[in-house]
């Protein structure tokens, strides 16, 4: 018999996760959550009785799994909460799901609880696209060194591929996390941006851009990014740089610095990669000042 879990926090990550371990086996004792309602169709999507929702956060019932899928700035003090509200916490593991925080952010005092933090690098925008995504997807595990088994076992049952990350080095995984999901929306909307500036009507912009991107990504994924890349940068075309920097200068500034400081970057990679030599990125580069 599998050990049983309590959710806390029946948002997307939350949702997603619970219903792939139960799916794997891990009965699921409370789905605890700040609004009932919510949290009762939080119970229907991951397959459990609506009875188990509360919003009582420390009605965790006799799991000895509790996954605190909280904003990062709550998992301390929920984690405090429940240290001082439960009448123990000894034999219990409390898992976060944040990218930033290490485990440890749960340990209170004196208790004998273990902790970890799973992390699946995957953006959780639909909680039924996740349990999708999460099939094979890389997830960072860090924690108690004893629990650690119990964290990659956790993961398989996610469907995920577990991958150790040093405690230390969490803020640093963190922001490569974000930069290659976050800031990546970010660069789209510029490029819709762009292109509805010449004349495109919004809602074609994306449709037109998404093969770019995708291809891009499978040039990455097969190539690397040194060999992956494209582009005027790489090719050394001062020209088209000195155009696109030109057609810039007639829209808001924060589209022409987001452009000079990834050209910057861009240049640095192209050398890099031993297309462009160094004098070409040289000039490439004084553009960009």
């Known amino acids: ?21 139960l799916l794997a086996g891990y009965p699921i004792s409370a789905v605890i959550g700040r609004d009932l309602d919510r949290t009762a169709d939080s119970c229907r999507f991951i397959g459990c009785p609506g009875k188990l929702a509360s919003t009582e ?6 799991a000895t799994i509790i996954l605190l899928a909280v904003p990062d700035d709550s998992i301390s003090s929920l984690a405090k909460k429940l240290s001082e509200q439960l009448d123990s916490l000894a034999g219990k593991t409390l898992v ?7 485990a440890s952010i749960m340990r209170m005092g004196n208790q004998q609880v273990a902790t970890l933090s799973i992390h699946p690098l995957l953006p959780f925008a639909d909680r039924q696209m996740a349990c999708e995504h999460l099939i ?5 595990l860090e924690g108690d060194e004893q629990s650690l088994p119990l964290g ?3 993961i398989e049952a996610l469907g995920g591929r577990p991958f150790r990350m040093a405690s230390e080095k969490k803020a640093l995984y963190h922001a490569s996390a974000c930069i290659a999901s976050n800031f990546l929306v970010t660069l789209q909307a510029t490029a819709t941006d762009l292109l509805v500036e010449c004349g495109i009507e919004p809602d074609q912009a994306i449709p037109l851009l998404l093969p770019l991107v995708q291809a891009t990504l499978d040039n990455v994924s097969k190539l690397g990014p040194e060999a992956g890349l494209t582009g005027p940068i790489v090719r050394g075309d001062e020209e088209t740089v000195a155009l696109h920097l030109a057609a810039l200068k007639n829209l808001p500034t924060s589209n022409i610095n987001l452009y000079k400081l990834l050209g910057k ?6 050398e890099k990669s031993s297309r462009l030599s160094s004098e070409q990125a ?3 580069q004084k553009k960009f000042e």
């Open 265 to 270: 970057q861009t240049a640095t990679l192209a």
């Open 96 to 102: 976060h799901f944040s990218g930033l925080h290490t």
């Open 152 to 154: 990659i076992e956790l």
């Open 57 to 62: 956060p420390t009605a965790t019932g006799d």
């Open 282 to 284: 040289s000039n490439i």
């Open 1 to 21: 018999m599998k050990p049983k879990i309590a959710l806390i926090g029946p948002g997307k990550v939350g949702s997603a996760t619970a219903r792939k371990l």
């Open 136 to 140: 094979d997807c890389p997830c960072a």
